[in-house]
């Protein structure tokens, strides 16, 4: 069955960087793009961008330019995303989430990982 | 920031029908990209709920459906159960800023 299993959680003083992890196990990982999303407490979902892990390429949300980096280890299905220059509103549970569908635009996502509560504080 | 608009509560007693309407522009919903919908229940990850606007996966009882129209989807209960107590997402694509996924506000179901 389909696992995103993700690192633990985090806290981070206001400048620093996150790198949270997420492993794949239970279908074939360069096959389907892999999603990053935080939720804020108490707030929404907010898309942060997807990576294609055949590939390595990116598409980040314009809000989250020049801070995220989004990568992937092929060999260990593990897909990473890093947030740097934290800010105090950085504050959220940060989910990876499987693309169901090749074409991207259309695609649902299917799978979840369990989220990583990542939280700034001085 | 969100750029489909939902309303952020809606309620019904058991049984009742209710709907959550996701309103979004020419650039996402209205430019033909799909709408998706997903129930997240309190501290749990989002399940996927209904996709390609219609859509139910297995497993995902036929009291949930959804439709589309111009730049607008929306999601309906029927026969509300207290386990759909929860919050709700639609979410689609947007082609403007180089392309990218866009969720909406979100709303919460509370079964009175």
């Known amino acids: 069955q389909v696992q995103l299993v993700q690192s633990g959680a985090e806290v981070k003083k206001p400048g620093a960087s996150v790198k949270v992890s997420c492993k794949a196990s239970g279908y074939t990982f360069t096959g389907y793009y892999m999603h990053w999303v935080r939720q804020a407490p108490g707030q929404g979902l907010e898309w942060m961008g997807w990576i294609n892990p055949n590939s390595g390429g990116t598409n980040y949300a314009q809000k989250f330019q020049g801070r995220v980096t989004m990568t992937r280890d092929t060999s260990i299905s593990t897909a990473y995303m890093e947030l740097s220059r934290l800010r105090s509103d950085d504050t959220a549970v940060y989910y990876c989430a499987r693309a169901r569908d090749v074409v991207v635009t259309a695609s649902p996502i299917d799978y979840w990982g369990q989220g990583t509560l990542v939280t700034v504080s001085s | 920031q969100s750029v489909l608009t939902q309303p952020p509560s809606v309620s019904g007693a058991p049984g009742q029908r209710v709907t959550i309407s996701c309103t979004g522009s020419?650039?996402?919903?209205?430019?033909?990209?799909?709408v998706h919908w997903y129930q997240q229940l309190p501290g749990t990850a989002p399940k996927l709920l209904i996709y390609?606007?219609?859509n139910r996966p297995s497993g995902v009882p036929d009291r949930f459906s959804g439709s589309k129209s111009g730049t607008s989807a929306s999601l309906a209960i029927t026969g509300l159960q207290a386990e759909d107590e929860a919050d709700y997402y639609c979410q689609s694509y947007d082609s403007s800023l180089s392309g990218c996924y866009v969720f909406g506000t979100g709303t919460k179901v509370t079964v009175l």
């Open positions: 020419s650039s996402n919903i209205g430019a033909g990209y799909d």
């Open positions: 390609g606007n219609s």
